[in-house]
């Protein structure tokens, strides 16, 4: 395990976009496995630099999203379909991108679905990860096991409520999920976990070092033998390079 401390928050996204833009100058068609949430937002807006300054050509990789709020479309401001298109793709040349289909009724079907596009694509050759506060991984809650591959999941209490920031009422938010499995994530080449902020700290220091638990999802980064963690001076107060 590779560990960056960066010190703001600016420079952990640099030094991230600077990896996913080594990984595509390396691999034009590369799977880049990419996430939501607050944290790689800043990335991708380097990426999206990267991209205006012409340094950096999307039209041969494959993205494939995390995660995906089950019941919300493409439309939805809070879909993870319509963030993605926000806050990347509509902004770079990238054509093929993929993440599980909210709109399907039927769980089976959507997760199949999802699963048949990422075993199609091949391994990822760089997932992004973001970390939740209670050590989750894409959609994967405490207790998930790890051989999970796409599934629907019923959201836990702590992401409810970290995500009804983005929500006008707390009905609103939504309780199941999409989301790619351990097992999938576990595959990718490499992974590249960001963490910045102090309210990132315990959950990092606890997944990083503490036990491989299912109960800290993102303990099983351990094991896995190409993770790259980024993370600034907040996030990593305990950790001396
Ligand atoms: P955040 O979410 O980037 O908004 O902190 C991370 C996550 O829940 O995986």
Same mark, same amino acid.
């Given at each position: 395990?590779?560990?960056?401390?960066?010190?703001?928050? @600016?420079?952990?996204?640099? /030094? !991230?976009?600077?990896?996913?833009? #080594? =990984?595509?100058? *390396?691999?034009?068609?590369?799977? &880049?496995?990419?996430?939501?949430?607050?944290?790689?937002?800043?990335?991708?807006?380097?990426?999206?630099?990267?991209?205006?300054?012409?340094?950096?050509?999307?039209?041969?990789?494959?993205?494939?999203?995390?995660?995906?709020?089950?019941?919300?479309?493409?439309?939805?401001?809070?879909?993870?379909?319509?963030?993605?298109?926000?806050?990347?793709?509509?902004?770079?040349?990238?054509?093929?991108?993929?993440?599980?289909?909210?709109? @399907?009724?039927?769980?089976? /079907? !959507?997760?199949?679905?999802?699963? #048949? =596009?990422?075993? *199609?694509?091949?391994?990822?050759? &760089?997932?992004?990860?973001?970390?939740?506060?209670?050590?989750?991984?894409?959609?994967?809650?405490?207790?998930?096991?790890?051989?999970?591959?796409?599934?629907?999941?019923?959201?836990?209490?702590?992401?409810?409520?970290?995500?009804?920031?983005?929500?006008?009422?707390?009905?609103?938010?939504?309780?199941?999920?999409?989301?790619?499995?351990?097992?999938?994530?576990?595959?990718?080449?490499?992974?590249?976990?960001?963490?910045?902020?102090?309210?990132?700290?315990?959950?990092?220091?606890?997944?990083?070092?503490?036990?491989?638990?299912?109960?800290?999802?993102?303990?099983?980064?351990?094991?896995?033998?190409?993770?790259?963690?980024?993370?600034?001076?907040?996030?990593?107060?305990?950790?001396?390079?």
């Amino acid at each position: 395990m590779k560990i960056y401390k960066l010190k703001t928050e @600016e420079d952990a996204s640099k /030094k !991230a976009s600077e990896i996913i833009i #080594k =990984t595509i100058k *390396n691999k034009e068609d590369c799977v &880049l496995g990419l996430a939501t949430g607050s944290t790689p937002l800043k990335t991708y807006q380097f990426l999206i630099d990267a991209y205006k300054n012409k340094k950096i050509d999307f039209s041969k990789v494959a993205a494939v999203n995390l995660d995906e709020y089950k019941g919300l479309s493409k439309d939805d401001p809070n879909s993870y379909s319509y963030f993605m298109d926000k806050h990347l793709f509509n902004q770079i040349n990238i054509k093929n991108t993929n993440i599980p289909d909210g709109m @399907e009724k039927d769980p089976v /079907k !959507a997760c199949n679905t999802y699963q #048949k =596009t990422l075993n *199609n694509l091949g391994p990822v050759d &760089l997932q992004i990860l973001g970390i939740g506060l209670n050590g989750h991984i894409g959609f994967n809650e405490p207790g998930t096991d790890f051989n999970e591959e796409t599934h629907l999941v019923s959201l836990s209490k702590s992401t409810i409520s970290a995500n009804r920031r983005f929500f006008l009422k707390e009905e609103d938010v939504p309780k199941f999920a999409y989301t790619m499995g351990i097992k999938t994530i576990m595959k990718s080449k490499t992974i590249l976990l960001i963490a910045t902020g102090k309210n990132k700290k315990e959950i990092l220091k606890e997944s990083l070092t503490g036990p491989v638990t299912t109960n800290v999802p993102a303990s099983i980064l351990q094991t896995h033998e190409n993770v790259i963690v980024i993370g600034d001076s907040e996030s990593l107060e305990w950790y001396e390079d």
